[in-house]
Nanobody, 124 residues
């Protein structure tokens, strides 16, 4: 069983930056692909970014490409999401997830473990 705990979400002004962290416990972190998803009020959960088990492959939603960067530190069992040039439309609860697949995947149904989420609010 893998437990995931996100942190780093807060209120920030448009144009600002945040770094989200997701710490894992249990399981073999280095064996999992990791992903970030988000859900805004009244909207469905959407894919944000994913990284393969050794970090060699990363993918991003078009809406965040060039602004967000995903990375991982397998020694610390942590995945990060660096978010720059934030926009009000980035406001959402951000979730990290772990997939038993080692390859990076954008499909939420391919993730096996989910964190509780961290709130990111971007003011205009």
């Amino acid at each position: 069983q893998v437990q995931l705990v996100e942190s780093g979400g807060r209120l920030v002004q448009a144009g600002g930056s945040l770094r989200l962290s997701c710490a894992a416990s249990g399981g073999t972190f280095s064996s999992y692909a990791m992903g970030w998803f988000r859900q805004a009020p009244g909207k469905e959960r959407e894919f944000v970014s994913t990284i393969s088990w050794i970090g060699s492959n990363t993918y991003y939603a078009d809406s965040v490409k060039g602004r967000f960067t995903i990375s991982r530190d397998n020694a610390k069992k942590t995945v990060y999401l660096q978010m720059n040039s934030l926009k009000p439309e980035d406001t959402a609860v951000y979730y990290c997830a772990a997939s038993l697949l080692v390859i990076a995947t954008m499909k939420d149904f391919e993730y096996d473990y989910w964190g509780q989420g961290t709130q990111v609010t971007v003011s205009s």
